[in-house]
């Protein structure tokens, strides 16, 4: 086996490797070189990525880089680094003291992510789905003595550890009826449409609804987003439900064609269902972080809404929306770092007058919640323009309309800490500290929502190419 | 000089404004309101330009520029302008020529407002202009978002408390105050543009032909069903813009808060676009049903005047009775627009300008009022008259032309409205028309003996006042202008109207 072989799997070495060696150090005492450590492991990694030759089977072809896959570990590794810039400058002494634990569990749950997204087979699928659900608990519970956190991180683990019973026994149902655990088996037995194979697919859904987050298994969210530290919130609020949505079309639509419309009416309804519960629980919510979780559980209705439509176009936009999705809520949550630090409050009063004592942190902010509102010149726009599209196409009036008024009650809370930053007075006039690796990050969410706003054409482009390999 | 993109330098110049506003003019409050007003300028010369430019004979749309932006989805910035938009283009330029001298006294973060404010005004005026249903749809939303900032952070807050049997459940919701109609605005006009863009998109995609250009969805025949529902989903999008019963409550709140300038805008211009929107989109793509759904547009038409109007003369705060008078002008609008005949559809376009500048005067005057008095309470103001006379004979020819006196520009709006009313289909849409022109004689003239020719008041805060100066008299000077030169010579809009509605007329009727 020569050296060559291994470029497939490059990303994949580079996180194992990153995660051992920062572990090991810590254990030798080198706490504080963690941090940077794991960033060049991620960036080597990302760059890694780009080396893939696309299409590339490993390990008796039970592992595939397609586009997708390549396309999510970009996604995962890309996201889990501006996360990094968030945490960098983090001065809690469960950061100066564990570090090392920290950063491990980061990489090996991205790691898990990426081993998700590359299964051809349902028992590594479900090693991957462990493999990144079970840093997240620990990630959650990280500052162990604040007395949100364990109650947080053990709801997180009782509803994950749920969830992936169900997906378990959803496969015991698939392999009962397919004889055989390899994904490429699945197309077939559906089209047969075995009532069996069609329960286990249905406790498929119903498990991955639990990772990301959609209705009725929402609940964990909001708690777990509060307590957590919020960089790795930032990155908990995209990555591991970019890579449930993956596995959704890894099991539903690929190779399926028009028999996956089959699930059509029961994507719309969880759709449908999501976006309402998710804008209308944000309304209430005094916590900024409580308020962007019931956000995002409205955006990932936005996405089903992509999947309902299970057409190219509806899997592409969805992906576009992912992307989009990542810069501004990202960028949201490191602002909401930037202010909890220099603040000691996660609260909405917090902002007040920020306009006036940091007019760009505060603009940044503007944009970033603009751009999950939907407003067009942000990327955000063109995400929901490009869903709506897509559901259109499929005659879905009904949701896009739903949808569609749904961004009116989103905009009015996201309206409503733009309320606080512009319209009410400062309580102090000094601007807000932003600590340079936040600034970075902040920047790099900017550049993001604001290109793609200016100039989406390259990620639709891409967003196609990728969705279309799915269904030749 | 052909090729000229005159529609751009009029919709991008605010802009430009806006930008050296924003970031060459920090602390240098003269310099921002000197670069505005050369924005300012420079587009109401181009709109002024187009305006006489126009071939009347040749008709149509004119001033082609056209540029491909996203051609695998087919989204072009294409402009052009036609008798109706030339004539909106010109009423946004005067609107906010004025404006910009109205708000020549905003003291508080007057970099933001101005930058904020020319933003507006490129949005509007790229709705006017632009035939790719795609950008039309992206300047509409610029039209409407900066409204939050402007009148949450520079708006005011009303004196009188909301009373009555829901006067406690009101207060609770901030009714009246800025923030409250900030919000109130900003939510029903986004709601409303849900109902366009959906409507957009289903008619893009019924299209199949990979184009958003207007004059391309103009040749399609669409399905009966679809033209149906797509005219309702504009006709309660942009409806809410130009504030039809039962959606109207944004406006007096939101126009009651507003800072002048914005007042000015809001009403006179952008709930234009909302009729501009029925009339352009709705009834200019769907012709049939237009036809199907008129009598439901007329009715509310009528509902809006009359309903308009007497909330109008309930009022005791000025600033409402305006916002008030303006929804019930907009029935006029309205109905003018679904008689479906000549006049009644050139009457429509023409009190589209002519309340535009009315309105417009109107909101500048309560600004130079309140600036003086510090109060927008109709009856503890009282004899002004003497104190201020151009600031009272202003009112009074706004006034005039409100309720429809000849040689106001009001009067040939509402005649031509009431005679396309008669020689409609449904004839009875006259009697609540003419009755709402009859309260609003009532409303206006009662203001009008209150505050400036009645009994002077005692308060002894009322008792040394000055009238307009300076700058002031800019806006004033233009409006007054204007509203009596289009009173006294009616052809001057009447003529390139009637270029766009014949056309129009045709289209509908010929189904």
Redesign the interface.
Known sequence: MSLGSLIPVGPELLLFTTAVVVILLGAFGARRAAGPLTMVGFVAAFAATFFIPEGAFVFNDQYEQDALAIFAKQLFIGSAAISLLGSMTMTHRAFRDRSAEYHFALAVSVLGMSVLVSARELILLFVGFELMSIPLFLLTGFIKRDPVAPEAALKFFLVGTASSAIIVYGMSFVYGVTGTTTIDAIPQALAAGHPLMMLGMALLLAGIGFKIAAFPFHMWAPDTYEAATTPFVAWLSVAPKAAGFVALIRLFVEGVGEASLFWMPAVSVLAGMTMVIGNLMAIPQQNIKRMLAYSGIAHIGYMLLGLAAFSTSGIAMMLFYLVAYMFGNMGAFLVVETIAQSEKSEGMEAYRGLAQRSPLLALSMLIFLLSLGG???VAGFWAK?YI??AA??RGM?GL??LG??L??VA??YY?LV??RM??EAPDKPEPVPVSAPLRFGILICLVGVVGMGAY??PW??LAQRVASTLFS | MAELPILSIMTWSPFVAALIVMFFARHRPLLVRWVSLIGATVSLVASLWVYCAYDYDAAGFQFHEEFSLVPSLGISYLLAVDGISILMCLLTSIIIFAGVFASWTVKQRSQEFYALLLLLVTGVYGVFVSLDLFIFFLFYEIAVLPMYLLIGIWGSTGEVRPQGIFGWAFGRTGVGTKEYAAMKLTLYLLFGSAFILVGILALYVAGGSQTFSFLAFEQMEFDPTLQSWVFLAFYIGFGILAAIWPFHTWSPDGHAAAPTAVSMLHAGVLMKLGAYGVVRLGMGLLPEATVEWVWLVGAIACINIVYGALSAMAQTDLKYVIAYSSVSHMGVVMLGAATLTASGLNGSVFQMFAHGIMTGLFFALVGLVYEKTHSREIYKMGGFGTMMPGIATAFTIGGLSSLGLPATAGFVAEFLTFLGAWESNYSWWLFPAVFGAFLTSIYVLRVAGQIFWGPKSTDPHFQHLPDAQGTEWAALGILVFVLVLFGVAPSIAIGPIDTATGPLLQRLLGQ
């Open positions: 407003i067009p010149f323009l709506f599209w259109i196409e009036y896009v309309f569609a008024l961004t009116v905009l009015y309206l733009a309320r512009y319209i989406p054409g639709v482009t």
